[in-house]
């Protein structure tokens, strides 16, 4: 054997052993947590129990722009299902997403980007008093440039990308979260 093939030995057996010995049940270590999605309203399925796999829950749906706000000032909070599951289980929600260029209600395409500045600030301020003790939040998901369709709404509403190619992202998390 050469001495490239011992190190690779010695290094999967130092991997074999670390894995046998750890705890996989992530929900009984109270400072961590094993999180997931919830699809289409649903948490636990059939026989299985989502709070005997995970201990943080974030609906993949239900809280997105889109879902809650689809009219505007018209508000479905069909993301409470989740939020009381992790309430009832003493385990963390994570509301997701605020902004994303995707699933975004469809009536900000016609709002001037002051007022789609404005409705941002809304929609942060209704999840806010909804949600008043959210643990976790997705303020911005997959926001490369020309990912999501919709991306350039919001960029223009938070003042576009400046310098640094993100300002508009910057903004966003220093809204009144």
């Not at 919830?38 to 948490?43: A, E, K, L």
């Not at 018209?74 to 992790?86: I, Q």
């Amino acid at each position: 054997m050469n001495k490239t093939t011992i190190f690779t030995s010695i290094i999967l057996l130092v991997g074999l052993a670390v894995c046998n010995n750890a705890d996989a049940q992530l929900s009984k270590n109270p400072d961590k947590f094993l999180g997931n999605i919830t699809t289409r309203y649903q948490v636990d399925y059939g026989n299985e129990k989502y709070y005997t796999l995970w201990n943080q829950i974030t609906c993949e749906n239900e809280s997105k722009w889109a879902s809650v706000e689809g009219t505007n000032n018209s508000f479905n909070w069909g993301s409470d299902n989740a939020y009381n599951y992790a309430k009832q289980h003493n385990f963390p929600f994570k509301f997701h997403a605020f902004i994303w260029g995707s699933q975004y209600p469809t009536w900000i395409e016609s709002q001037t980007p002051e007022k789609r500045y404005t409705e941002i600030v809304q929609w942060m301020d209704q999840v806010k008093k909804h949600y008043p003790d959210l643990p976790l939040i997705d303020v911005v998901n997959e926001a490369l440039p020309g990912h999501q369709q919709g991306t350039h709404y919001f960029e223009e509403a938070l003042g576009g990308s400046g310098k640094s190619g993100y300002n508009w992202i910057v903004k966003t998390f220093e809204q009144r979260i």
